[in-house]
């Protein structure tokens, strides 16, 4: 059995945005099954957006190397056992959205601890954005409103805070995370430029990884000066 492994990613917003689905190969690659790898798309953080979920089945559909399906909560599971359907895939994909209401949602359903159990027996966890939040300790959100603000209440399997979406030309978002590792709103961790996912083995940090050439990863600490510092994680290329 392979280890517990999460790949989290900030997916593309802009420009090709079908890199996000070598990003999603890629967590499936990890599961590491000779067979066609079970992946399930869980798109709660959009509301089970019937449009998100027409976009991973388009995707995913007819490819001979993956076995989609897709778990949606609204109005109901749309699966008689959550649980069984989870334990049997390979990697699940958790796609963007709000975070504040993917983990209200999840909790109310029981699925953290479904969740955790599959990741101990080995299934890949994985997603963007929201679904790169999710399992670390929080990270800056605009769930709340317009403005970003601190979200301390993840799952806490990755016992750091996690940015997403770190492009220099988005500095609001960039200098917020900072800002809010700085002041002790949020633990030290991890930020992904677009393209960029972190992959973690055994719950520790063991590379970063990127679909796109120049993309980077930071890891962001306190300074112990009421600052920051950054140090640049330079992500392997994936082919």
């Keep these: 059995m392979t280890p517990p492994q999460i790949l989290a990613t900030s997916g593309i917003l802009e420009g090709d945005r079908s890199r996000t689905l070598d990003l999603i190969r890629y967590a499936v690659s990890l599961a590491g099954v000779a067979r066609p790898a079970k992946l399930c798309f869980l798109p709660t953080a959009e509301g089970d957006n019937p449009h998100a979920v027409q976009w991973f089945e388009d995707a995913f559909g007819n490819d001979p190397a993956i076995e989609p399906s897709v778990l949606t909560l609204f109005t109901q599971p749309n699966v008689p056992d959550v649980r069984k359907h989870l334990l049997a895939q390979d990697a699940l994909w958790v796609g963007g959205g709000s975070v504040v209401n993917l983990m209200a949602i999840w909790r109310a359903h029981g699925l953290p601890e479904i969740l955790h159990e599959a990741w101990q027996n080995g299934v890949v ?103 920051w510092r950054e140090t640049e994680v330079i992500p392997r290329l994936l082919g």
């Design 125 to 227: 966890m994985a997603g963007q954005s929201a679904g790169s939040l999710c399992w670390h300790v929080g990270g800056p959100t605009d769930s709340f409103g317009d403005s970003l603000d601190a979200f301390s209440n993840g799952l806490g399997w990755l016992p750091w805070s996690n940015g997403v979406h770190d492009e220099l030309n988005d500095q609001p978002r960039r200098t917020t995370y900072r800002q809010l590792v700085a002041s002790g709103a949020l633990p030290a961790g991890y930020a992904t430029e677009g393209g960029v996912g972190l992959h973690y083995v055994g719950g520790a940090f063991h590379e970063a990884v990127s679909v796109l050439p120049n993309a980077r990863a930071w890891q962001v600490e306190p300074d112990g000066s009421g600052g």
